[in-house]
Nanobody
Framework: VQLQASGGGLVQAGGSLRLTCAAS????????MGWFRQAPGKERDFVAA????????YYTDSVKGRFTISRDTAKNTVYLQMNRLKPEDTAAYYC???????????????WGQGTQVTVSS
């Protein structure tokens, strides 16, 4: 297993969760690490991404100001801190790795298993 996502759960609207993606050293050396999410019956959508040194981050508009992506190089780990969660954030969240930045899930070569986030109203 090259990517292992964890940290999902059930939370009330307005609450917080932190997702963790543990990567093998080879996978973590990818230039970009990203988070995507997929709700039942919907496509897998981009949430956030971060470059290799953490200096460039990207967010979909709906999570800007609420979610923060970060990475710990020493631990080969990427985090997604999610604050002020909304019911529409409910989805399975996936971490992924890519050599170049793209908004599209097809551009990411490595994927972890999903971790479910459920936000109740």
């Amino acid at each position: 297993v090259q990517l292992q996502a964890s940290g999902g759960g059930l939370v009330q609207a307005g609450g917080s969760l932190r997702l963790t993606c543990a990567a093998s050293e080879r996978t973590f050396s990818s230039n970009y690490m990203g988070w995507f999410r997929q709700a039942p019956g919907k496509e897998r959508d981009f949430v956030a991404a971060i470059n290799w040194n953490g200096r460039s981050t990207y967010y979909t508009d709906s999570v800007k100001g609420r979610f923060t992506i970060s990475r710990d190089t020493a631990k080969n780990t990427v985090y997604l801190q999610m604050n002020r969660l909304k019911p529409e954030d409910t989805a399975a969240y996936y971490c992924a790795a890519s050599q170049r930045f793209t908004w599209s899930s097809s551009g990411y070569a490595y994927w972890g298993q999903g971790t479910q986030v459920t936000v109740s109203s």
